[in-house]
């Protein structure tokens, strides 16, 4: 019986005037962006920090602290790189990843099944093995006004083998 680990995230981030929306690795058109030390996208970062979960390796902030520079306006997909990197290391691979969109504004139906490709090719694994929803809180909530956006994810790591 193979050993399997799961994790879960969860982010959210301020929309503001300027930066790009990107959401599981996917430039969104809309006239707001998502306030962050990096580049904001809260998908890639519960997905990242779901990974760290599994793994029992700590949390996002810990492994990229906004307080460095380094990480100033990277690329989300650096910290899902960092993180299943780590899974390789200690013998696990992905076996499926399920992310929720939390966010009134904008419509994000259209984008999903980019958004699916995107956090896919970012884990290097199927599309088939990756589900992205989308939901709003009816209007409830800092969300529900629009002033921002959220996400959570869970990540099942199976064992692979290498370590």
Known sequence: MSRIRIGQGVDAHRLVAGPALRLAGVEVPYERGLEGHSDGDVVLHAVASALLGALGAG?????????????????????????????????????????????????????????????????????????????????????GRGDGIAAQAVVLLEESGGA
């Open 59 to 143: 949390d996002l902030g810990s492994h990229f602290p906004s307080s460095d520079p380094r990480w100033k306006g990277a690329s989300s997909d650096v910290f899902v790189a960092a993180a299943l990197a780590l899974a390789k290391q200690r013998g696990f691979s992905v076996g499926n990843v399920d992310a929720t969109v939390i966010a009134q504004m904008p419509r994000l139906a259209p984008h999903r099944d980019a958004m699916v490709a995107g956090l896919a090719a970012c884990l290097g694994i199927g599309v088939d093995r990756v589900s992205v929803k989308i939901t709003s809180t009816d209007g409830l909530g800092a969300i």
